[in-house]
DNA sequence: GATGAATGAGGCTTCATTCAT
DNA sequence: CATGAATGAAGCCTCATTCAT
């Protein structure tokens, strides 16, 4: 449109105020759209919800979804992955400065069932529930998103070995992260999902917290003289 | 229950051979319709198998299907009920002679890694990935098996915590019940549905153990003399 | 079945003892079938009605049912005709004795109000309802009874103007009676069906035969000297 | 209703000549397809018409049927409802401006017989037959409908009884209501769908006016002086 | 004669996706 | 960029009919 008055170095003109703008909007726009398909995931179920509820809900017409995202599934898969950020962040945020001691642990299972799960009960739905089983390409992510979790957890597994002692078995700090996984994962569906009483989710998380550390504990060839 | 002293007179003929035959005949192809079933499922996804894709691989007509089973849920929920009994069943043997001790997690879990996992990968697929979000009465029959096996759990912790000393939380034979069946449900799909490692489920299952093990005394005010 | 010993004249060899008895229990239950698929045609609708319900409700096989008639269709036309059959009988009865006066009409309408269709709602909504546009031969039927029924009104009709004076119009004689059949259906459908007051039935008779006395006067050139 | 003095400021923005026209294309598709099933099902019948056929006539797709209709069902009911709504305008025109004399059910026959039945036989076809015994919802419509031509009917008879004595009895005017409709029903499917003689409609209306003006007169305590 | 399991063509409907305006 | 009408393949399910036992 406009036209370049000087050479831009390698390839990004300064951006006028219109197109911040438009930019801005468009962000917007589309965050829009993926609350609306987030939201009607996980209430209604990702099959039970047609591409035509989302654009209403959006309060855009079915086209302009169709512009923003490739398709139903694309939908779904940037959902999950923003899901998959957020919980790797906040995990990640509880196990900085507490690296070596089983403290990290702690605050990862307080801040998942204390933060997460009442605040997100959607998101819950939609990387535990709807993302289950629904196409490879949708399963590829979800594996990636869980192995990032994993791997994550075994970050901070292997810290606290290098801190308190190597594990019995080779394999024991992937198993453990995995083993994580899975109780936050089942604990947050039992309680949020299917029982809905996020009342009970301080206690549920102490409990799971010591769960988790006698049994890491459990792991390890103690390091004591 | 008990015993027909004398024979009864009429009300109910002897069922005669052929009939027991038909009967037989009628149960061994309600099952392989269910078998057909459960592998397309497992393999391609609920959603992707056609009603038509079934009667194929079980070898009858469309019809048939449907002259056994209500509709295309109905043969989830068969599915997802008889693999669940069949995992209780596993577990609640487990168990047996073993109240009080720890003895009985080590048993559930081998057989859990060793035998039910490299079996039946396809049900692993089915209870712990195709089921999920499909529909309300098939959620619902999830629920109910998922409750269940959690509830053989608890009971099976009541009895270790009879033994060794009571838990030093009120919920924490339900968080520690729901946590083992979210670590066998993760560890399963990990190593079996990502990994495809049915050889490393012997660690695991050791590993497993061992982290179950260590959980479940840490969460117990330990009984000492 | 038994080997003819003498040469029967015609065809008829004289049937047994038990022949007779089967042949008894053959048309008691072709009308049972009949009954049950009569009764639930005019419930819940031809279309609606499969032909398992139509075997339970008469306590049969559905092979039993294809035995004794052709079709479901043939079922439709079996019960078409008969109700035909009947309805010709009653208003032919009620022409008996009453040639050349309008007396015929007055009891033919009391007959098919007071009799008739309180009695026989099922047939109202048979003939009336059900058997319309269902197939070309159902509606072949259909044609033939309605046309039979209008040739009697006809030739009662003709004995009243071969009394009272002839009719204005040839074909008078025609539209009248074709007139009377659709008054008597829509006023048994009205009143029946969708009003369902049979109370009201022989008021509604009495009002119909005067309106259709009045017509038929006022059709004929009236012969006074 | 009441004029706008002055111009709105917004809330309704005029609609753009392109809306217009959009919306002008949509009610003549909705038509189209409303035409096509109409025809087929006075033809071939509604069970026997599939929703293909249907598409194909109207030359657009299956969807697009499915996008203006919301079943099957749907359009069989917008198809009655059109109907009965022209032959209502029409009797009631027959009875504007004939108040109290007999001269409105003369019309009324007239314009029935010579102008509706020659030049809609596919519409006796639906309201008379197609229409009849289909589900609850089709047959709700149908009585309303019916319900409300005889409501036509009754009040124009009642003008005619203000006019020239009281009926003899309380229910004359609904049954004689109900017996006129009855007649047209059987003389219009009598006539045009089974004898295919739209010549005779002027002969038949003829007859059949006389013979509903002497029915009417038999009805009433004369008024006279 | 009677049974009822099996058949499979055909029906209706949904819904992700496209594209002219 | 946005719209929303149009598409049509694909899916689930029904049910009249048959036939081996």
Redesign the pocket.
């Known amino acids: 449109m406009t036209q370049q008055r000087y050479p831009v170095e390698k390839d990004q003109a300064p951006p006028s105020r219109s197109a911040l703008r438009?930019q801005r909007e468009?962000e917007q726009?589309l965050q829009t759209i993926l609350d609306a398909a987030g939201t009607l995931f996980a209430r209604e179920g990702y099959?039970?919800?047609?591409?035509?509820r989302i654009a209403d809900k959006a309060e855009?017409?079915?086209?302009?979804v169709?512009?923003?995202f490739k398709?139903?599934?694309d939908l779904l898969v940037k959902l999950l992955d923003q899901t998959g950020y957020e919980l790797r962040n906040l995990l990640g945020a509880a196990f900085k400065n507490a690296d070596g001691t089983l403290e990290g642990l702690r605050k990862a299972g307080k801040v998942f069932f204390e933060d997460f799960c009442p605040n997100h009960p959607e998101k819950i739905a939609l990387i535990f529930r709807e993302s289950a089983g629904q196409s490879e390409v949708v399963e590829a992510h979800r594996k990636k998103i869980f192995d990032k979790l994993i791997a994550d957890l075994q970050a901070a597994l292997k810290s606290v070995s290098d801190n308190l002692g190597s594990f019995r078995s080779p394999m024991a700090a992937e198993v453990i992260a995995a083993s994580i996984l899975g109780m936050f994962e089942r604990l947050a569906y039992h309680y949020m999902i299917w029982q809905d009483r996020p009342d009970a989710l301080q206690a549920v998380g102490e409990d799971a917290v010591r769960f988790i550390i006698g049994g890491v504990q459990n792991c390890l060839k103690s390091k004591r003289p």
Do not use: C, D, L
Not at 47 to 52: A, K, P, Q, S
Not at 60 to 64: D, F, I, L
């Open positions: 438009r468009r726009r099959h039970r919800t047609g591409m035509e855009v017409s079915v086209g302009t169709y512009f923003y398709n139903k599934e």
